[in-house]
């Protein structure tokens, strides 16, 4: 009897371990995997990058600082590509697969930053030697708050709204 009683409580014990892993594992990530991909012109965009969430937090000035090259998402820098020779901001950035970052700044004239090593993680080990082309953009207020980050490929170039901020790119 005692050998059944304890087979029965290893069973329970190990069913609700692994019910308790299998919720683990099926838990959405803190910044999920998102791409945005869109045509311009005769040019195919697409970015990839992680999603955080505001969740009531200080996002510019706080969590993300000024004046800082911030890896436009979270986790893995954002990467942006490429399969035509395009003009960024009026400036060439030749065909390819680049890291894009951005410096945020209180002025509202922030730094956009397309650098020639595309798998990075965070902005840890950028290097600004690598930049590709480096653009200044102007940032608009959106009218609400975007939860959570979001990249839009539209005929005018790409926008990165998060917070209360929009930050179009213009792409030609």
Known sequence: MKTIIKSAVVLVATMTISMNAFAQDTKKPASP????TGKIKDATITIAYSSPSVKGRTI???LEAYDKVWRAGANEATTFETDKNITVQGKPLPAGKYSFFLIPKESGTWTAIFNKEPKQWGAYKYEESKDALRVDVKTKPLQATQETL???????????????ISVPVEIK
């Open 60 to 62: 510019w000035g706080g």
């Open 33 to 36: 995997p998102a791409t945005a």
């Open 150 to 164: 979001v990249y839009k490929v539209n005929s005018n170039g790409f926008t990165m709204d998060w917070d209360k």
